[in-house]
Every structure is written in structure tokens, then in C-alpha cells.
């Protein structure tokens, strides 16, 4: 059981917005950043946002992330066929000393 | 260019010690800020962090599994080197090392590494 939260699966057509959430406590969302990933089929996970809401380079601005409390949701606008893949969330955890992941949410594109 | 590459046994019998090698490129473990780390990720399940060692030897663990993991780095080869003792088939899983900093986090990855423990 992994000890950030996030529903198993969501689903958009082409074109559409979709959000994914992620659910934390007060030691790891609630006073840390937060961080998401990419994982294609049979592929490495790949950083998609740093720091609650940051790009890294090369990651198109389709791809936003947002933190309020111990909570944060990644957002994918003008969804593509190649963004079907899982997504995990993650966060420092202080109280484990140690990286923290969601169970990841695989994202369809109907 | 910034790469990582998992090295090992794809095989490990039950109750022996699984031995992984990181070797990278791109940056230093001498340089403040960096540091590199191991999740792995069963079949079809999500990723599990494992272990962490910063530039300055700091060293991290996954506290359910602190008692069989070593991290060790050698700074002059630019590896690190990941221990799992008393292996077991649970422990299956395709073994990730990444490049973890203060400012991006866990920011590149390996290719990965499947590790198998027949049961």
C-alpha cells in the first residue's frame, strides 16, 4: 500500500483536460514539495514536474501541477494519444527520511 | 548529457545477496547537491523508494527494509552500489537507479534492471 494516494485510473478523449490527483500527510505534501512522473509502457518513469509546479525542459506546457495543503493534482490539457501512461506522484517524507510514491494512476485516452 | 545505467544479475536464488552496480555520466557525487538512488518496481505494482547517498556520504533507507540494504559510492569511478541481503521472491521487481537533487529531486533516470527470485 503506497502511502501517497491516488485513484488507480482516469480516462479523457483528445483534446480534453484531464486531472489526476495525489493525497499526502502533514510530513510529506503538507511540508515538502511534490513531484510527478511519467511512465510509458516498458519505459523508465520520466520527471514531468518538480517542485509543486515546475517544468523541467523539454516537458510541453500542456503539463501543469498545483499544491494546496496536502494535496496536489497534476493537470494535462489538449490530451494526446501519447499521454496515455501511468502516473505516479511523489514527496519527501521528514518523518520516514525517505521518498514517498503514489500508487500511480493510469491515464487512458479514449 | 546526464545518464545512468543499472547493472547486475537478472537471477537471484532466495536468501542470497543481491549485488547492483550504478555507474553514471554527467555528473559528480563530489559536487554538493547530488545524490543518487535506488526504487524498484514489482510487476505491475508502483515504484518503491529504496535507498539514497548525498555527495557528502549521507546515507538514506526505506525504513521496512533499513535492516538489508547497504549503499555505498565510489566518487573516483562514479558508481554507486546497492546491497539487498536475504533476497525473496517479493523482492522480484525491475530495480531503478536515478540522479536525486536538492533542487529537481529525482530527476534522471536508469533504464532499469529486472531482478527475478523464484519462489
Known amino acids: 500500500q503506497s502511502v501517497l494516494t491516488q485513484p488507480p485510473s482516469a480516462s479523457g478523449t483528445p483534446g480534453q483536460r484531464v486531472t489526476v490527483s495525489c493525497s499526502g500527510i502533514?510530513?510529506?505534501?503538507?511540508?515538502?514539495?511534490v513531484y510527478w512522473y511519467q511512465q510509458l509502457p516498458g519505459t523508465a518513469p520520466k520527471l514531468l514536474i518538480y517542485?509543486?509546479?515546475q517544468r523541467p525542459s523539454g516537458v510541453p506546457d500542456r503539463f501543469s501541477g498545483s499544491k494546496s495543503g496536502t494535496s496536489a493534482s497534476l493537470a494535462i490539457s489538449g490530451l494526446r494519444s501519447e499521454d496515455e501512461a501511468d502516473y505516479y506522484c511523489?514527496?519527501?517524507?521528514?518523518?520516514?527520511?525517505?521518498?514517498?510514491f503514489g500508487g500511480g494512476t493510469k491515464l487512458t485516452v479514449l | 548529457q546526464i545518464t545512468l545505467k543499472e547493472s547486475g544479475p537478472t537471477l537471484v536464488k532466495p536468501t542470497q545477496t543481491l549485488t547492483l552496480t550504478c555507474s553514471f555520466s554527467?555528473?559528480?557525487?563530489?559536487?554538493?547537491?547530488?545524490?543518487v538512488g535506488w526504487i524498484r518496481q514489482p510487476p505491475g505494482k508502483a515504484l518503491e523508494w529504496l535507498a539514497l547517498?548525498?555527495?557528502?556520504?549521507?546515507?538514506r533507507y526505506r525504513p521496512s527494509l533499513k535492516s538489508r540494504l547497504t549503499i555505498t559510492k565510489d566518487t573516483s569511478k562514479n558508481q554507486v552500489v546497492l546491497t539487498m541481503t536475504n533476497m525473496d521472491p517479493v523482492d522480484t521487481a525491475t530495480y531503478y537507479c536515478?540522479?536525486?537533487?536538492?533542487?529537481?529531486?529525482?530527476?534522471?533516470w536508469g533504464r532499469g534492471t529486472t531482478v527475478t527470485v523464484p519462489s
Open positions: 517542485r509543486n509546479n
Open positions: 511523489a514527496a519527501w517524507d521528514d518523518s520516514l527520511s525517505g521518498w514517498v
Open positions: 547517498i548525498y555527495w557528502d556520504d549521507d546515507k
Open positions: 536515478a540522479r536525486d537533487t536538492t533542487r529537481y529531486g529525482v530527476d534522471v
Open positions: 554527467g555528473f559528480s557525487l563530489s559536487t554538493g547537491g547530488e545524490g
Open positions: 502533514n510530513s510529506n505534501i503538507g511540508s515538502t514539495y
